[in-house]
């Protein structure tokens, strides 16, 4: 057994005198991954979803100096957009945390080491757990760090620590994806292929700016040969609106009457694919006597969009023959409605047999790039590997795999993020563990989790950076390993496990997430549980046994080694009886892995060719509510609707990594910045460059004026990469998916020469 001294040796060079004041205290079964070789290695990037693979170019040390996109991925062709680019500028941040920090008794964060640091993470996290019930201390993970590492998290706090709540940001920007697939299809299981794309006649993208949030798929769109008609409906004249065939600026959170309006076309119009329908949905009867209220004389009333524009976008899409696909992303996942919003575009495609073939489906764009491997494996919402924690059945049957007592599994998933900020409120909570992600920044109302920090007894915070506005309320600071100084798979929007390979050492004392989640295992005495977690190797076969049998199947996967080989590999993928997406393998039915029988994957794969879903009867459901108000509508007071988003394509999330390179900082503003209708600024005195002052009824900040057309009259926009940003925004969330709507509140406006505001 290797120990915490081997860890760091291994990864550091020669371990400093305070690392060995206990040595063996912190068993490992397994060495960390050395560096690759000298040369080129690829990895898959570390930002956002779309899974680009990047050839990293070493020195004759082995270590990362340069990179470029690899020409032979499936999925980036050889492009990446300015954020992959410098994926290894973040890595050279002069403010790395290299070391545990403790905060002091003057308040000032400390170096410690880790084994001080262990130490005083068990202590303090089981004294709270004693004082107050193991339900007193939750975990706010992210859609950042490796599969291995978050199923690892998962089985760690939930099986090993008692904790029943561990939520992460993928709450914040897929939620509503899972939850709207699970119900509709009976399995998180987004259908499509980025061949789509490429493929499609129509092209529908509904609260999604690929142009910017997504470049890569982006060019995918501009690579399609087939003259498509693409529809974007946005409320801002985005970079992708602007080069649509038709933009429809709804009214924000009109979408879903919208959406409904066109399905009452689809039946209108005479373009249901009824043979479809009757063999393979239910609940269609129902909907379709739904809609009916949906006239084009309402739709246009509360979406604001004319009767002619409605007209051309049901006829696009009921174009007989036309191939067409639905995209959502964002726009669609942070609303109130954001679960019935996107069954409403997956309604739209089986009522017209749009799924299942090239240039279809009803498609969610994810955002981090690794929300698809939260979804599957983070051990929140669903039970590890898809299953259900309610039911006993799934709950014997991954106890099983994991080799552990079925009773150490909790019998409900965990509380969704803002509950467990409820829960903090009330006192229930009194401590978290935040790792990779900026909560303190990026939550909704932000306002309330600075209150609620002086509540918390206990803060952890497990980052790359210990600068972030949530590392410096820590009381403690675990210093993480970023992308590139530690391996493990991706799962992007495509459903294709990718291999990020290490082609960095972590300064400092920083460590890989694994490696601290093993620690901490053994620290707080539950390591025993997971031996068979010796490395995210050994890891991986763990996450193919919990896939076996489900939709996601994939163990036909060798190890890492086989998906890089691949270019990747979507899921399902199993081993034997089926080798690709639902289709018999007659000619080596018992084959698995490495048996020349098996055909490798084909590099771009949909699901659902069959019209079989994964629900009980075989069928997909329709699902419908009526539109509901918005929230927080105008008023006199706050006459001005904000919208919350991607600021620029160099630009990620709370700007913890994008900030850190020169390149990317000279490609975006790096002050706030709002963008006012030029009729609004005109009736406010503002032009642009000009301060503005704008106030909520939950907290008050300033930004520079960008005056634009591409907001609508009475409705502004700002870029979400700003803390202030979220002192603003307005605590409502989606009933199903607990997403956060952070795409409109009610806000006021005026130069900070007027103190009208
Ligand atoms: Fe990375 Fe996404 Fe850019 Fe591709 S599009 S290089 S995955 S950030």
Known sequence: MNTLDDLLHARTGPMTSELVQRPGDFGLGQLPARLAPAGTAKSICGYCSTGCSLQIHLNAAGEAINLTPDPDHPVNLGMACPKGWESLAPLAAPDRCTTPLLRDATGVLQPVTWPEALAVFTDRLKAIQAQHGPGSVAVLSTGQIMTEEMALLGALTKFGMGIADLDSNTRQCMATSHVAYKQSYGFDAPPFTYADFEESDVLVFVGANPCIAHPIMWQRVM?????????????????TAMAATLHLPAYPKSDLTLLYGLAREVIRRGAVDAAFVAAHTTGFAAFATFVEAFTPARVSAETGLSTAD????????????????????????????????????????????????PGTGANSITGQCNAMGSRLFGNATSLVGGYDFANAAHRTHVAGILGIDAALIPAQPSRAYD?????????????????ATNTAHSWINSGKFARLRDQLDFLVVQDMYATTETAQQADLVLPAAGWGE?????????????????????????????????????????GPLFTRWSSPAAALQILKDLSRGQPCDFT???????????????????????????????????????????????RERRLFADGQFPTPDGRARFLFDEPAPLPEPVDAAYPFLLNTGRGSSAQWHTGSRTDKSAVLRQLAPTVPW??????????????????????SRRGETTALAVVTPIVQPRQVFMP???????????????????????????????????SSA
């Open 419 to 435: 509950r467990i900020l409820d829960a903090v409120e009330t006192g229930e909570i009194r401590a978290l563990w935040i790792i």
């Open 310 to 357: 409605l007209d051309r976008a049901a006829a696009a899409i009921c174009r007989p023959g036309a191939r067409v696909s639905y995209w959502w992303t964002m726009g669609v996942n942070q609303s109130h409605q954001a679960t019935r919003t996107a069954q409403a575009l997956i309604n739209l495609s089986l009522m017209a047999g749009q799924i299942g073939k």
């Open 720 to 754: 979400m990469h700003f803390p202030e940003v979220n002192r603003l925004t307005f605590p409502a969330y989606d009933p199903h998916s607990r997403q956060p709507a952070y795409k409109a509140c009610a806000v006021s406006l005026a130069s900070v020469n007027d």
């Open 674 to 695: 709002i963008e006012i209708h030029p009729t609004d600024a005109t009736a406010l005195g503002l032009s642009t460059g000009q301060t503005v002052a704008i106030r």
């Open 486 to 526: 530690k391996q493990g798979v991706f799962i992007n929007s495509e459903r294709r496990l990718g291999y990020a390979r290490k082609v960095a050492r972590a300064p400092g004392l920083a460590l890989s997430d694994f490696s601290i989640f093993k620690l901490v295992a053994e620290a707080w005495g539950c």
């Open 556 to 602: 036909g996967i060798r190890d890492h080694d086989h998906i890089e080989e691949q270019g990747g590999i979507q899921w399902p993928y199993p081993d034997s009886t089926f080798c690709r997406a639902g289709s018999p393998n007659p000619a080596a039915p018992e084959a698995g892995f490495g048996d020349p029988a098996v055909p490798p994957p084909d």
């Open 223 to 239: 690579r399609n040969r087939r003259q498509p008609t693409l529809i974007v409906v946005d409320p801002r004249r985005t970079e």
